[in-house]
């Protein structure tokens, strides 16, 4: 199984901040991982797929970046709406989720 | 629009079977891969299955022989059951559904998700 970590677990930031998640795979995974969002009591929302295209719809402040093993999202200023626990997933073999970053603002 | 959603009892008896459906709306259940995603309560999540249109299913590696996914094309449905449940399969359970129509890619599309607690 290919193992996915995150960090920082939690974050805390003000609003305007520039915020950056980083998520490591135990193994080659290309470019095949997707960031999610997800809020308390809703399902995990796509923000980006193939480690950096920005899913329709998802505000330009969310990026992506990385490939092979090391992969950051960045949100370039961050705002109220932000405040959510954010998932890195890699589907290079099944699929394999992190273990979840919470962002407070 | 594709829409998905749940159903099926929140409430499991240790040792009985978990069973949900998810319906597809706005689009054929053909072409497409369709998952079962679940979360346990205050955890990450996890892939469980997966089963295409033409009923062939794929699990987790790491797989529980207790989990089965089928599909009814008819219906437009899909389901997970899930057999000799105990707490640990407490979790909300999502359907969801690739970008494309590939196997492997990010799912853009998720149900609202569902609550099963396994209780005596």
């Known amino acids: 199984d290919i193992q996915m970590t995150q960090s920082p677990s939690t974050l805390s930031a003000s609003v305007g901040d520039r915020v950056t998640i980083t998520c490591r795979a135990s193994q080659n995974i290309r470019s095949w991982l997707a960031w999610y969002q997800q809020k308390p009591g809703k399902a995990p929302k796509l923000l980006i797929y193939k480690a950096s295209s920005l899913e329709s719809g998802v505000p330009s402040r969310f990026s992506g970046s990385g490939s092979g093993t090391e992969f950051t999202l960045t949100i370039s200023s961050l705002q109220p709406d932000d405040s959510a626990t954010y998932y890195c997933q890699q589907y290079n073999s099944y699929w394999t989720f992190g273990q979840g970053t919470k962002v407070e603002i | 629009q594709v829409q998905l959603q749940e159903s099926g009892p929140g409430l499991v008896k240790p040792s009985e079977t978990l069973s949900l459906t998810c319906t597809v709306s706005g689009g054929s259940i053909s072409d497409y891969y369709w998952s079962w995603i679940r979360q346990p309560p205050g955890k990450g999540l996890e892939w469980v299955g997966d089963?295409?249109?033409?009923?062939?299913?794929d699990y987790s590696p790491s797989r529980d022989s207790r989990v089965t996914i089928s599909v009814d094309t008819s219906k437009n449905q899909f389901s997970l059951k899930v057999t000799s449940v105990t707490a640990a399969d407490t979790a909300v359970y999502y359907c969801a559904r690739p970008r494309g129509q590939s196997q492997s890619d990010a799912f853009d599309i998720w149900g609202q998700g569902t609550l099963v607690t396994v209780s005596s």
């Open positions: 089963v295409y249109y033409s009923a062939n299913s």
